[in-house]
C-alpha cells in the first residue's frame, strides 16, 4: 500500500490507480472505530469502474502508524492532512461509523475540499466506542453543514440505530436518507450491492 507521511507519523491508503482520470469522482473512504481497508472491501471492484476510489487508514489502524486518538477533530486534522499531502481535488467523503464523525468535523471546517459526504452507520453520538467523541459538539453544529449529503444505515443496525439517521436528516438541509433492509451496522459489508449502488447514484448525482 502507498505511504503518505504527515507529522512524523503515516497514514497508509489503497487505491487500485496512481493517479484520477480528469473525468472520474475522487472518493475517499474512510472507516471507523477498530476498522482498516477491509472493510471497505466490498467497495474496491465496484468503484475503480468510474470512480476514483481512495482508501485510507487511520493512524493506530491497520497498517499505518502512530496511536489512535481519543478525539474526532484529531482523526479529523489527519484526514486533511492526508487530503493537502496528495493534493487531490475535491473529493466525495464516504465515513462508517466513527469514519462518519469524522467526516461531519471536515464537512464544517473544510467544504471547499468536498463535494459531497456520505454518513453510513453513524450519528452525532455512538454507541460504538462512546469515549472516542470527547469534543464534539455538533448535536446543533451539523445544521450547519452545506453540502450535499447521502444518510445511509442499515434497518437492524442496533449501535446506531435508524433513528440516529433519521436525526441527521432532520438537521442537514441538503440531505437525504436510505435506509437499507435486512442490513446491520456493518451495512457496506453485508448489504455491499445495494450500499454501492446509492452511494453511486447519488455521486453521479452530485457530481
Same mark, same amino acid.
Given at each position: 500500500?502507498?505511504?503518505?507521511? *504527515?507529522?512524523?507519523?503515516?497514514?497508509? /491508503?489503497?487505491?487500485?490507480?496512481?493517479? %484520477? #482520470?480528469?473525468?472520474?469522482?475522487?472518493?475517499?473512504?474512510?472507516?471507523?472505530?477498530?476498522?482498516?481497508?477491509?472493510?471497505?472491501? /466490498?467497495?474496491?471492484?465496484?468503484?475503480?469502474?468510474?470512480?476514483?476510489?481512495?482508501? +485510507?487508514?487511520?493512524?493506530?489502524?491497520?497498517?499505518?502508524?502512530?496511536?489512535?486518538?481519543?478525539?474526532? !477533530?484529531?482523526?479529523?486534522?489527519?484526514?486533511?492532512?492526508?487530503?493537502?499531502?496528495?493534493?487531490? %481535488?475535491?473529493?466525495?467523503?464516504?465515513?462508517?461509523?466513527?469514519?462518519?464523525?469524522?467526516?461531519?468535523?471536515?464537512?464544517?471546517?473544510?467544504?471547499? +475540499? *468536498?463535494?459531497?459526504?456520505? +454518513?453510513?452507520?453513524?450519528?452525532?453520538?455512538?454507541?460504538?466506542?462512546?469515549?472516542?467523541?470527547?469534543? *464534539?459538539?455538533?448535536?446543533?453544529?451539523?445544521?450547519?453543514?452545506?453540502?450535499?449529503?447521502?444518510?445511509?444505515?442499515?434497518?437492524?443496525?442496533?449501535?446506531?440505530?435508524?433513528?440516529? #439517521?433519521?436525526?441527521?436528516? #432532520?438537521? *442537514?438541509?441538503?440531505?437525504?436518507?436510505?435506509?437499507?433492509? !435486512?442490513?446491520?451496522?456493518?451495512?457496506?459489508?453485508?448489504?455491499?450491492?445495494?450500499?454501492?449502488?446509492?452511494?453511486?447514484?447519488?455521486?453521479? !448525482?452530485?457530481?
Amino acid at each position: 500500500m502507498p505511504i503518505v507521511r *504527515i507529522d512524523r507519523g503515516q497514514m497508509n /491508503y489503497w487505491t487500485s490507480k496512481e493517479n %484520477p #482520470s480528469g473525468a472520474s469522482e475522487v472518493v475517499l473512504f474512510v472507516h471507523g472505530a477498530g476498522g482498516s481497508q477491509f472493510v471497505w472491501s /466490498y467497495q474496491k471492484t465496484f468503484f475503480e469502474k468510474g470512480f476514483y476510489p481512495i482508501i +485510507l487508514e487511520l493512524p493506530g489502524h491497520g497498517e499505518s502508524g502512530g496511536r489512535g486518538e481519543d478525539e474526532i !477533530g484529531r482523526y479529523a486534522n489527519h484526514v486533511h492532512a492526508f487530503l493537502t499531502a496528495l493534493g487531490l %481535488p475535491k473529493v466525495f467523503l464516504v465515513g462508517h461509523s466513527m469514519g462518519g464523525a469524522i467526516v461531519q468535523t471536515l464537512a464544517l471546517a473544510h467544504p471547499e +475540499l *468536498i463535494h459531497g459526504i456520505v +454518513l453510513a452507520g453513524t450519528g452525532v453520538r455512538l454507541r460504538v466506542v462512546p469515549e472516542i467523541l470527547n469534543g *464534539i459538539r455538533m448535536t446543533k453544529e451539523v445544521e450547519g453543514i452545506d453540502l450535499p449529503t447521502l444518510v445511509l444505515c442499515g434497518e437492524e443496525d442496533d449501535l446506531a440505530p435508524v433513528k440516529y #439517521s433519521e436525526f441527521l436528516r #432532520s438537521r *442537514i438541509p441538503r440531505s437525504k436518507l436510505e435506509v437499507i433492509p !435486512g442490513a446491520g451496522h456493518m451495512v457496506m459489508m453485508e448489504a455491499p450491492g445495494a450500499f454501492n449502488e446509492k452511494v453511486a447514484t447519488f455521486i453521479h !448525482g452530485e457530481g
